[in-house]
């Protein structure tokens, strides 16, 4: 039995207005119920004019993350995206993941949520996910690697966000080493990937990524380290079109490098890259330049005392930008 969202399939294809009796004809179903799937995709924020005479067309699509838009907006060539589940409210989409993923969740399943109750930053961060605000969305991943050798996913998670911003808005997002995507010197978008594995084994891992996408305006004490790609462009994002460019993306990275090794675009986006840093280790404050990345995804840096060390994670200070205490969106 045809129901209301193979109407919007039909008037997604196409481009004039299609009488009730064609569709009545196309959906085998009769005029009434025609009317009645009309009203139901307009009470779910679907624009549908109909004028006398000719019938019905859709004129605007609502910032909904249903499966059915998130569908309608993969490109259909492959794995990311099989199975697709969209939550209007969840704890985290990365925990759902998780459940789904000891379950037996097939690859490249996603989650995506309107809202996350509990989302998590890194470090044991809170990461706001109000409804609407945000794309809120964790890919689950079962690559055939030892755990030692997923050092490349998160890089190339964030090459993947900066492609799908880039494609959609224009807009010149960039990496903060490790993963957080910035647009100018503000954050806008972070990556926190977990991890499910025995020592010689891993079962899934998962890249959570969330991104400030319809944010007005952040309070004063976010406002200078935080942004929204509405902040930037001025225009609201419909979140299930950045969603499939970014799947796109992240499909064709995944492709070629898997979870070992990242693109090199990776060191082209990264603003850290010849900066002066700071970062403390082992009790001790240093101070040098960023100097590259090494292909386990470490950030090298040069010393003020002519050291090269490589640094996998802690606090990073990158000159000019805000510091490792903020996740550019929690309040
Ligand atoms: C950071 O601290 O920069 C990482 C933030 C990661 C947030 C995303 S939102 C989707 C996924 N679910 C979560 O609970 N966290 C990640």
Redo the contacts with the bound molecule.
């Keep these: 039995m045809a129901d209301h969202k193979d109407l919007l399939d039909i008037l997604r294809q196409t481009d004039g207005y299609l009488s009730g009796e064609e569709l009545s004809r196309q959906l085998g179903v009769t005029r009434a119920a025609v009317w009645k799937k009309i009203e139901q995709l307009r009470q779910e924020g679907y624009e549908i004019d109909s004028v006398t005479r000719r019938g019905y067309r859709l004129t605007g699509i609502p910032d909904s993350i249903s499966e059915a838009e998130v569908r309608a907006n993969l490109s259909g060539k492959g794995t990311f995206g099989c199975h697709i589940v969209s939550l209007p409210s969840v704890d985290?989409?990365?925990?759902e993941a998780k459940r789904q993923g000891d379950a037996g969740a097939p690859h490249g399943s996603v989650f995506v949520a309107d809202e996350?109750t509990?989302?998590?930053?890194?470090l044991g961060?809170r990461?706001v996910?109000a409804p609407g605000s945000g794309l809120?969305?964790?890919i689950l991943l079962r690559p055939d690697v030892l755990p030692s050798e997923i050092t490349g996913i998160t890089l190339l998670s964030a090459v993947a966000v900066c492609r799908g911003i880039h494609a959609l808005t224009g807009c010149d997002a960039r990496i903060k080493w490790p993963n957080?995507v910035v647009i100018g010197t503000k954050k806008v978008c972070?990556?926190?990937t977990e991890l499910s594995a025995e020592m010689e084994h891993v079962h899934y891992l998962i890249p959570?990524?969330?991104i400030n996408t319809n944010n007005g305006a952040f309070p004063p004490e976010l406002s200078d380290r935080a942004t929204s790609l509405k902040i930037e462009t001025g225009q609201d994002v419909r979140r299930a079109v950045l969603l499939g460019k970014i799947l796109e993306e992240f499909e064709d990275l995944y492709n070629r490098y898997g979870v070992s090794s990242f693109p090199e675009e990776y060191c082209s986006l990264c603003v850290s890259l010849g900066r002066p840093v700071s970062l403390t280790r082992g009790g001790r404050k240093l101070t040098g330049i960023a100097a590259g990345i090494a292909p386990d995804g470490a950030l090298l840096v040069q010393t003020q005392e002519g050291e090269k060390i490589a640094v996998t994670s802690g606090e990073v200070v990158v000159q000019g930008f805000y510091g490792e205490n903020c996740?550019?969106n929690y309040f």
């Excluded at 509990?118 to 890194?122: A, F, L, V, Y």
């Design positions: 985290s989409t990365n925990e996350q509990g989302g998590k930053g890194r961060r990461w996910s809120w969305f964790s957080d972070g990556i926190l959570g990524i969330g996740n550019g």
